[in-house]
């Protein structure tokens, strides 16, 4: 049975809030992912992982947003970002709205790293005098659980952005799609050591091709398919059913 609220009816909804008042919200970017990751990484890992969650815990999952706070990355073609105002605007109304149907517990699953400011900024302009709210906000490549796998099978060659997990679980739920990406990349070393935040063009200078620290080249389906179980068992952990 899906748990998507897209496939549903709003009576099956107004059904739904009789007994439960919990909604999963994925959250990403649409951004460059270095020379051999996919534009949409964050918002197709955080969209397959809470679908999952969704199934397990019995919980609806809204539409993903594919647009987030991804300034940053703009020296780089396809990027599509949201300036932070703006995107604490969109994520307040759409708070609102579910709030206003009864909605009362929200579990954003995150999948990049420049929303969390703006995601906690919109939980605040929500929750402004709300008792009986609840925000969970799980940037799901934080996981513990995550990063110990990660660290086992990558290391430091891990990195902070295009990273060889993140690679590696859209591998695994978008196949399909990597079979047309080229393969025949060399990964250079990358910087380690930056000021932070930085401008589009000095982001493209420290990192010609859009990598921070990481060597997808490790990237594989099958170990995003251990990431993908490993983050989906910890978050139905920590929400419950
Ligand atoms: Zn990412």
Redesign the pocket.
Known sequence: MTYNLAEKTWPMIEEYLKSKKSIIIPV??T?Q?GPN?LIG??YM?SWEIAKKVGERTKTLVSPPLCFGMALHHMAFPGTMSLTPLTYVAVLTELFQSLAKHGFRHFTVIN???GNIPSLNAAFSQVLNGEQDYQFKLINW?HLPEVGVYEKEHFGDANGF???CG?VSVTMHTHQEAYKEVPTNFKFAPTVREYPWPMSPQQFRTTFSDGRMGSDPSLATAAHGEKIFNIAVDAICQKIGS
Request: aromatic share 6%; glycine share 24%.
């Open positions: 990403g970017s951004e992912h990751g990484i964050d890992s999948g990049h790293g490549w952005h295009a990273t993140e």
